[in-house]
């Protein structure tokens, strides 16, 4: 699903959103191809640091230091009204798990891009061929 602009400011930082606007039409059919290369480069890094992100939380989680597994409410009283079922635990990460969506939809983007230029050059090359009689 197509996220608005707005929506992807609300789980980036101001240097991400300036990166992003860059992979959106039509800024990104004016970037040349050397600088294309490298915003997909460094928009894969802060990707894959997002990603890194949540498995630091996950070895952080209490009993996991002890390499026993980490279970949710442990440690915590239960509260009045409690019948002791055990809850799910709110999404933890949920705007990172957006935040790393919203940049991995950006390198595709970049991605369909890059393609798009190769294809492109290797079609205008097919067709100056076939217009000089040489045939690919």
Same mark, same amino acid.
């Given at each position: 699903?197509?996220?608005?602009?707005?929506?992807?400011?609300?789980?980036?930082?101001?240097?991400?959103?300036?990166?992003?606007?860059?992979?959106?039409?039509?800024?990104?059919?004016?970037?040349?191809?050397?600088?294309?290369?490298?915003?997909?480069?460094?928009?894969?890094?802060? %990707?894959?640091?997002? !990603?890194? /992100? =949540? +498995?630091?939380?996950?070895? *952080?989680?209490?009993?996991? &230091?002890?390499?026993?597994?980490?279970?949710?409410?442990?440690?915590?009283?239960?509260?009045?009204?409690?019948?002791?079922?055990? %809850?799910?635990?709110? !999404?933890? /990460? =949920? +705007?990172?798990?957006?935040? *790393?969506?919203?940049?991995? &939809?950006?390198?595709?983007?970049?991605?369909?891009?890059?393609?798009?230029?190769?294809?492109?050059?290797?079609?205008?090359?097919?067709?100056?061929?076939? !217009?000089? /009689?040489?045939?690919?």
């Amino acid at each position: 699903m197509a996220r608005s602009r707005k929506t992807e400011r609300r789980y980036l930082s101001e240097e991400e959103v300036k990166l992003l606007d860059k992979t959106h039409f039509p800024e990104l059919r004016l970037i040349d191809s050397p600088d294309l290369l490298k915003l997909r480069k460094k928009l894969r890094e802060i %990707r894959d640091g997002a !990603a890194g /992100g =949540a +498995g630091l939380r996950q070895q *952080r989680q209490p009993g996991a &230091a002890r390499g026993g597994v980490a279970q949710p409410g442990a440690g915590m009283a239960p509260k009045a009204g409690d019948s002791g079922a055990a %809850r799910p635990e709110p !999404a933890e /990460g =949920a +705007g990172s798990k957006m935040r *790393r969506d919203i940049l991995s &939809a950006a390198v595709k983007r970049v991605n369909r891009e890059i393609e798009r230029r190769r294809t492109g050059a290797v079609e205008s090359r097919q067709e100056d061929n076939t !217009a000089i /009689g040489n045939h690919v």
